[in-house]
């Protein structure tokens, strides 16, 4: 079995959207970026208790290995001005274990590792950098349009770019995987993709 990524993930894709039909790609891939930012800020912080209910439990594990791995080091991953510049779906499935969406995502950010106690740093630099991201969420799971659109205290209108407060009631909506069932199952750097 190859480790390449499907050719074209319209079928997955096409599969997900008639089982689903309230799934919407843009929105989906929105949440993803939000999702990815705060992934990388979790890190930066070196605190993933905001992020814990987006990862899967291995992509967890890594990432707080990864933290512990800085903390023992003295060390802060920096991602300044971290921004994504493309998300692609490079791959899409439907099958009896749930659905799957890889976006490749490309970002630009000044990376480097910072010390934690002189305030130092270690080289690092303005630069493009490509991963994959896996999502995932069980064969049951739909996308609820009431969720999607609406307070669930009030009723109001969301209006899903403008953050997770409803600007009625002021109630915290839920996060972008609660509604819909999706969880980072697994973060590639794009070089271990090529096959």
Request: hydrophobic share 45%; proline share 7%; net charge negative.
């Amino acid at each position: 079995m190859s480790a390449a990524l499907p050719a074209d993930p319209a079928v997955g894709l096409g599969q997900i959207q008639a089982a689903d039909p309230a799934f919407d790609l843009e929105l989906f891939k929105r949440q993803a970026v939000e999702t990815f930012l705060a992934v990388k800020d979790a890190v930066a912080s070196q605190d993933l208790t905001g992020v814990v209910e987006s990862l899967s439990d291995s992509v967890y594990d890594d990432l707080r290995l990864d933290v512990m791995s800085l903390q023992a080091r003295d060390a802060v991953q920096h991602f300044d001005g971290l921004a994504p510049t493309q998300v692609v779906v490079a791959a899409a499935d439907r099958g009896p274990q749930g659905d799957a969406i890889t976006l490749r995502i490309q970002a630009v950010a000044m990376q480097y590792l910072g010390l934690a106690r002189e305030g130092g740093f270690a080289p690092g630099g303005p630069g493009m950098f490509t991963e994959y991201w896996t999502f995932t969420r069980p064969p049951d799971a739909t996308t609820s349009a009431a969720l999607r659109f609406e307070c669930p205290n009030c009723g109001a209108p969301i209006d899903v770019d403008t953050g997770r407060i409803c600007h009625y009631c002021k109630t915290l909506l839920p996060a972008p995987h609660a509604q819909t069932g999706w969880v980072v199952a697994a973060i590639t750097p794009a070089q271990e993709n090529l096959g």
